[in-house]
């Protein structure tokens, strides 16, 4: 199971958000593209940046950082965060994203996903964040009345093949990922599943790598690699099932 680091951009500075509010941030680095270095340096072998300006705003606010984040890693990057044209793909691909994540627009446009999805293949994930089981959108800010089930059920249907899984109430807060959340949406889905939201220590890891044969095929950690309760060796090495 893969392990990736998140890096959130806010403002070209690198924080954290407890549950997406951003009166709860937490700046962690003035300096997002070092921080991306070091994750490689570290052993990463994925990275998942996401523009929350860009989320907030409704379209991308961080560029110039994520292209510097790119030229920056030979390690392949995943980019999200208020990714909701068409143009904005092309554009993230250009630059050298190995894969744009859409929220927003899967549930106002499904026709984009699905035309997304015909050009770009596995390029183009869907992140379905939900808020007590329904989707939440437009930077957390929004809860639509759509189970995240039944989103990734249609997602599947257009063409997607793979999502990222959040559960907001957890996100940010190191108290631990919702696993049955993540084992339901897995086995429900058939969908190749990265987790994120409340991973706080290896035990947590580990516990997600038992999902892996439900496809679950990685895990998002942010909060606890900045805050130190888990390195990213002993992250990598719980998730390889290291020392068990």
């Known amino acids: 199971m893969l392990v990736i680091p998140a890096i959130d951009l806010r403002e070209g500075r690198c924080v954290r958000l407890v549950e997406g509010r951003l009166d709860a941030e937490t700046v962690y680095s003035d300096d997002p593209v070092a921080m991306a270095a070091t994750w490689q340096a570290q052993g990463a ?11 907030f705003a409704g379209k991308p606010k961080n560029l110039d950082v994520i292209r510097e984040i790119i030229r920056s890693v030979q390690i392949p990057v995943q980019v999200g965060g208020g990714i909701r044209e068409m143009e904005a793909i092309e554009e993230l691909l250009a630059l050298g994203a190995g894969r744009v994540i859409l929220g927003t627009v899967a549930i106002y446009r499904p026709e984009m996903v699905e035309q997304a999805c015909r050009r770009f293949g596995e390029r ?121």
């Open 124 to 244: 183009v994930l869907v992140g379905i964040d939900a808020r007590d089981g329904k989707v939440a959108i437009e930077g957390w800010g929004v809860t639509a009345q759509k189970d995240a089930l039944e989103l990734a059920l249609e997602m599947k249907k257009i063409g997607v093949s793979r999502i990222v899984f959040t559960d907001i109430w957890r996100d940010g807060k190191l108290s631990g990922p919702n696993l049955p959340a993540i084992a339901d949406m897995a086995c429900a889905s058939g969908l190749k599943i990265i987790a994120s939201g409340g991973v706080s220590t290896l035990e947590d890891i580990i516990a997600v790598r038992r999902l892996a044969d439900l496809g679950v095929e990685a895990v998002i950690v942010g909060k606890a690699l900045y805050a130190g309760t888990v390195t990213l060796s002993q992250a990598l090495a719980a998730a390889a099932g290291q020392g068990e």
């Open 45 to 55: 072998r994925w990275l998942h940046v996401v523009d929350l300006d860009g989320a």
